[in-house]
């Protein structure tokens, strides 16, 4: 037993903070129950979910429509997108040249991140803008024939339109925009074209062969993700940070070598065009074929083949309407191909 004696001030004293306390207990718990009926009455709040990137198997049903889309264009307007895609890579080239080659040449480093960061506009307008290119069709055509929302007939024709309709678009752009207007005729960025092209002409065939396949594998690795990202952030980022990765390097992509090496010769280059088409040109659209070609197949075998989950869009087993070369968007068309 223990005895606590106290004088009558101090028991006062304990008196008063035993009420105290018992008082502030009592209003917590009228908040508390106050809290309780006010979240009971209150309505339910609404489902707010912005989703900010597709699923790898989103983004490959994503193409896989994407390619069904290609080979249903009206020829004039497929051929008008190709020539602006190659005339949007060449405007990227133009800026990477202006950017890169006004640094001097023995500070390599800040010459080839200066390049690689202004070279991926080509590709951002082509995103945007809209434009059909021949090394991102290859994995879109590709994953397409697997997916059966496009035929091989179809595919093939619209790669050789898009090879031709870019060839002619970075001609065009390079020799009345910048070979014409003499916006490289000083140095130092005289002597850079000049060696850009005589680099891309010297090297041999299977070195810019290799050089091609990595090339297009990180500009339709760029291409996933821009189709994957739900926002103009997400995609201008995921194009940035692929393409600049290749520029820096100096892999070999076959639209861009198609802007560069024409514009070095007409600057005065020590090369030629047959040179071009044999030691640069081919070997480059080679590699650029297997490595989109191959991405499109690693999508397709690692997110549809003998997949049991249902997608989240359904893709029409069916083979779809090819390129027709009646087909033209300019012409009026007959009361019974539209009911058609």
């Known amino acids: 037993t223990i005895f ?8 006062n004293i304990a008196a008063h903070v035993v009420n105290v306390a018992q008082e502030s207990e009592n209003k917590n718990n009228n908040q508390i129950t106050h809290r309780h009926h006010h979240h009971q009455n209150r309505q339910p709040r609404k489902e707010h979910h ?8 989103e983004t490959m049903v994503a193409i896989a429509l994407a390619s069904e889309k290609k080979v249903q264009w009206a020829i004039d307007k497929y051929i008008l997108l190709t020539i602006l895609a190659g005339m949007y890579v060449s405007i990227g080239g133009c800026f ?11 500070d390599i480093g800040i010459q ?9 506009t080509g590709l951002v307008l082509i995103v945007f803008l809209g434009g059909e290119l021949f090394t991102g069709g290859t994995m879109y055509y590709t994953l397409g024939c697997f997916e059966r929302t496009s035929t091989i007939k179809s595919s093939l024709f619209g790669l050789f339109l898009s090879y031709i309709g870019n060839w002619g678009g970075t001609h065009f752009f390079a020799y009345l925009f910048a070979y014409l207007t003499d916006i490289f005729a000083d140095e130092p960025y005289l002597s850079g074209v000049r060696a850009i092209a005589e680099l891309k002409t010297s090297l041999p065939f299977y070195v810019i062969f290799l050089r091609g396949i990595v090339a297009n594998f990180l500009v339709c690795a760029a291409l996933i993700f821009a189709s994957s990202a ?3 952030a997400s995609k201008l980022l995921a194009i940035w940070v692929f393409i600049s990765c290749f520029a820096a390097i100096g892999y070999e992509h076959c639209v861009a070598n198609m802007f560069f090496v024409p514009l070095g010769i007409w600057y005065g280059a020590d090369t030629t065009y047959a040179k071009f088409i044999y030691k640069s040109l081919i070997p480059s659209t080679l590699g650029n074929i297997i490595g989109g070609c191959f991405l499109g197949f690693i999508m397709w075998f690692l997110y549809s083949f003998h997949e049991d989950v ?8 069916k083979e779809c309407v090819g390129f027709n070369l009646w087909k033209w968007s300019i012409f009026p068309q007959k009361e019974k191909e539209l009911n058609k």
């Open 4 to 11: 606590v004696i106290m004088s009558s001030e101090q028991v």
């Open 50 to 57: 912005v989703k900010l990137w597709k699923t790898p198997k």
């Open 96 to 106: 990477a040249i202006a950017l890169g080659r006004g640094v001097p040449s023995y």
């Open 112 to 120: 080839k991140l200066l390049f690689a960061l202004a070279f991926p």
């Open 230 to 232: 739900e926002d103009i």
């Open 310 to 317: 249902v997608h989240t869009i359904e893709i029409p087993k």
